[in-house]
């Protein structure tokens, strides 16, 4: 699988280490140079399946890319599910949208692509998702990103993707998700936390970089995104992989 392979290969992969030091003030987490810099160690010991779920975005998009479609990567960050994407696009005229708000990511993942000779054009751009015109496209993928998105502003972005959508494309949608049952949604997380300390994390980097993620990640159980995902429009919606409070869903639009 490409993905198991450092992405950025000119660079090492840095060692997260962000989180690792007291700090006396802890700020808002954001995606500024210092976590662009560390980025594929940090997504890799911090979410459960990471590597499966790009591979399997390769897979998925292998079987239901469109010829002369679009398809978009929302939340790209260093561009790990737009590289799986466009190795596996075997119908000609499409081309890939990948989209980030970060300037420091957009760059980084400018190199990351320079260096893949993939046939199918990847478009880089540097904006807020919810500005982006979805059209023509047969898949949409928001792997991760969802999460960040403002409550308020995710039922608009979801009918956004599904009115850009062609009939028979998806939309995969990766998400950190929460339980109704809160003795079930302790046990997530706590199954959660191990999984960060055997892949090396301290109880002190666990416990400060969720303090920064408090009220800018914002988890919604699975029953809040299949009503979201129906009320958009989308009649087959699931999740297909789950990994403790880590989920991924598939969603078609299987009408005009
Ligand atoms: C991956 N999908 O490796 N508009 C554009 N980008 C945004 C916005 C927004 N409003 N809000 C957040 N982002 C990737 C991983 S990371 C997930 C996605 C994580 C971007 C943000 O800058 C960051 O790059 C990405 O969404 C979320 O498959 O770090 O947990």
Known sequence: MANDQPQDTNDAINKDTVFANPMAAIDRFAFNKAVVDVFPDM???????YLTIIGMIGDLTNRYVQANSNCYDLGCSLAAATLAMRQNIG?????????????????????VMDRDHSATPVALVCDDINNIDIKNASIVVLNFTLQFIPVEQRDQLLAN????LNPGGVLILSEKI?????????????????????????????????EALENVLIPETLTQHRSRLKNSGF??????????NFASMI???TTY
């Open 43 to 49: 997504i890799k010991r911090s979410v459960p399946g």
């Open 91 to 111: 119908e000609s005229g499409c081309e890939i949208i990948a989209v980030d708000n970060s300037q420091a990511m957009i760059e980084r993942a400018q190199k």
């Open 161 to 164: 993707i599904y009115q850009g």
């Open 178 to 210: 929460a339980f109704e049952d809160q003795r079930h949604n302790q046990l997530m997380i706590d199954l959660y936390h191990d999984f960060k300390r055997a892949n090396g994390y301290s109880d002190l980097e666990i416990s400060q970089k969720r």
């Open 235 to 244: 009649d087959d919606a699931d999740v297909w992989f789950q990994c403790f």
């Open 251 to 253: 969603a078609q639009k």
